[in-house]
T-cell receptor, first 113, second 117 residues
């Protein structure tokens, strides 16, 4: 049973560019959330998708947008990258019997130069 | 105000000994859930244990147990018989609102645990 997968694992971009990160949820899960984790901090909630719609959103600007596909996989898009967007981006999924517990992917480490 | 407080930025423990990682929380909801996650240097957040606010017994998962003291709003993680592989960051997190609903989880700042041989 595959867990949550994310791609790519590492990414280097320059200021002003755009980036797309991808996530496939754990089998049987239908809800996907994205988090940003800066060095030395806990994860900060970006947004959550369920049934292809954004259900909840944290305190992040509109430069951060997302999408969920019919197969429950999801993308996180960040436009007009800033140096401060450098972080580990984590995807988490939940659903099924233990509906409250989120399972995380390995993350994508984004560096903005 | 912080919803999840982890007051220990770093902890050290000898291999095979037990260690307690502290977590206090702040919520006015009657229904909530508390989670602990482990994050090794590789970055992946690994789910360890969950406690619902209405659960009467403390949660246990193998060597992990959650010392839930509702009146004190604390949810400490106890790791018994520490192993070298337990060295990692540990995060406490909270879900507010009814189980199964949509929620925005809140994470603490984490505690770094180092296990010495």
């Amino acid at each position: 049973d595959a867990g949550v997968t994310q791609s790519p694992t590492h990414l280097i971009k320059t200021r002003g560019q755009q980036v797309t990160l991808r996530c496939s949820p754990k089998s049987g899960h239908d809800t996907v959330s994205w988090y940003q984790q800066a060095l030395g901090q806990g994860p900060q909630f970006i947004f959550q998708y369920y049934e292809e719609e954004e259900r909840q959103r944290g305190n992040f600007p509109d430069r951060f947008s997302g999408h969920q596909f019919p197969n429950y996989s999801s993308e996180l898009n960040v436009n007009a990258l800033l140096l401060g967007d450098s972080a580990l981006y984590l995807c988490a999924s939940r659903g099924g019997a233990r509906t409250d517990t989120q399972y995380f992917g390995p993350g994508t480490r984004l560096t903005v130069l | 105000a912080q919803k999840i407080t982890q007051t220990q930025p770093g902890m050290f423990v000898q291999e095979k000994e037990a260690v307690t990682l502290d977590c206090t929380y702040d919520t006015s909801d009657q229904s909530y859930g508390l989670f602990w996650y482990k994050q090794p240097s590789s970055g992946e957040m690994i789910f360890l244990i969950y406690q619902g606010s209405y659960d009467e017994q403390n949660a246990t998962e193998g060597r992990y147990s959650l010392n839930f003291q509702k009146a004190r709003k604390s949810a400490n993680l106890v790791i018994s018989a520490s192993q070298l592989g337990d060295s990692a960051m540990y995060f406490c997190a909270m879900r507010e609102g009814p189980s199964g609903g949509s929620y925005i989880p809140t994470f603490g700042r984490g505690t770094s645990l180092i296990v010495h041989p």
